[in-house]
């Protein structure tokens, strides 16, 4: 005679079996924890690899449109990525000219700004201790400070400004060059990533992860269009305004209005900071700058903190003030370029989270 098979029957109410799930959640709890800092470790140490790499993820999604279209005109995938790279050289070349247009300009009127910044700090500190005098303090007792030394060549000077920015520019070009070797590996691989789901995956699987992805993708591409529009906007309109009032290193604001609108929140206040210094140290502090900051400063705001939240808010569901810790969190990670990355990561996260488990407790606090 056959034995028959004893069928196992778990009772969910049954004592032992809850204490086993409360034991369980706590293990995944405890797990969390150790794993998060671990991995915020990790991201931080390893970062001239991530960040390149998120850099090139991203260009995969914006270009995903270009290369489906060219892939279903029967072109080869080493067509595909050589198109690809072209685009990236020819913005990246483009990028190169505006820079040393606007650099040279820099170079070539700063000088003349920097007599004119010591000047001011001079008048500064002789009014300060003048009215120190008046009230019988001793300014000198507390500090000595010798304005002309603070920006003359062994304090702050052109060169030693130059010499940072050559190497920037160099860690620039390498960062980019591994974007690129990232972004050609991806590309040749994206093909290939529906086999491979087929082999590892059930069907409804491949269904929510092609559906994950896809989402991605396209909260990517809105995000980055919207994102660059705003920020010509805003930049267009301020180089319109120092045109008007006739502020110099016009091309040069430009591109720090430009850069600086993709830092959610707070970039374009920074950025106006620019103009309105430059204004200040060629009329001084009269009506002229006054009205001009104004401007500048109303106009930021308007594209930076009241249309753009509300339209990219909307678009990848996030609320405003998880924007702002996600900007403060990437930002403690990568610095500045966590900051640009920081709300299409963390939108990513949520869409991943939400095919996950669309109740999980990260989805709810972050959604707008």
């Known amino acids: 005679m056959k034995e028959e098979k004893k069928q196992i029957v778990i009772n969910p109410l049954d004592k032992d079996y809850k204490l086993g799930i409360v034991e369980l959640r706590w293990i995944r709890l405890l797990l969390m924890i150790v794993a998060i800092p671990v991995l915020v470790l990790i991201l931080r140490t390893l970062k001239s690899i991530f960040i390149p790499l998120i850099f090139a993820v991203f260009l995969s999604f914006v270009f995903a449109p270009l290369n489906q279209f060219l892939r279903k005109k029967g072109l080869p995938i080493w067509v595909v990525i050589i198109v690809n790279l072209l685009v990236i050289a020819v913005l990246m070349t483009a990028s190169i000219l505006i820079l040393s247009e606007a650099a040279s300009s820099l170079i070539v009127g700063f000088p003349r700004y920097q007599k004119d910044l010591i000047m001011r700090m001079q008048h500064w500190v002789q009014c300060i201790e003048e009215q120190a005098v008046k009230m019988n303090l001793a300014l000198s007792n507390y500090t000595q400070l010798d304005v002309s030394q603070l920006l003359a060549p062994g304090g702050f000077s052109i060169s030693k400004t130059i010499t940072n920015v050559m190497a920037t520019t160099m860690d620039i070009i390498w960062n980019f060059i591994l974007i690129m070797i990232f972004l050609m590996f991806i590309v040749s691989s994206d093909n290939k990533l529906v086999d491979r789901l087929k082999r590892v995956l059930s069907p409804k699987e491949q ?89 500048i400063t109303s106009t930021q705001m308007l594209f930076g903190n009241i249309l753009e939240p509300k339209i990219q808010g909307e678009r990848l569901n996030l609320s405003p003030i998880m924007v702002l810790v996600s900007l403060i969190f990437w930002g403690w990670v990568w610095g500045i370029v966590g900051m640009i990355l920081a709300v299409p990561i963390t939108s990513a996260l949520n869409i991943i989270m939400i095919q996950i488990d669309e109740k999980n407790v990260f989805s709810a606090v972050i959604s707008g």
């Open 207 to 295: 269904k929510r992860t092609v559906k994950t992805i896809l989402n991605i993708q396209d909260q990517i591409q809105r995000y980055l269009l919207t994102k660059t529009v705003i920020s010509l906007a805003t930049a267009v309109v301020g180089m319109a305004l120092m045109l008007m009032f006739g502020v110099d290193f016009v091309l040069v604001c430009g591109i720090i209005l430009f850069v600086l609108n993709f830092i959610p929140n707070i970039g374009s206040i920074i950025a106006s900071a620019v103009p309105i210094l430059i204004c200040f140290l060629q009329s001084g502090l009269d009506l002229r700058t006054i009205f001009f900051a104004l401007l």
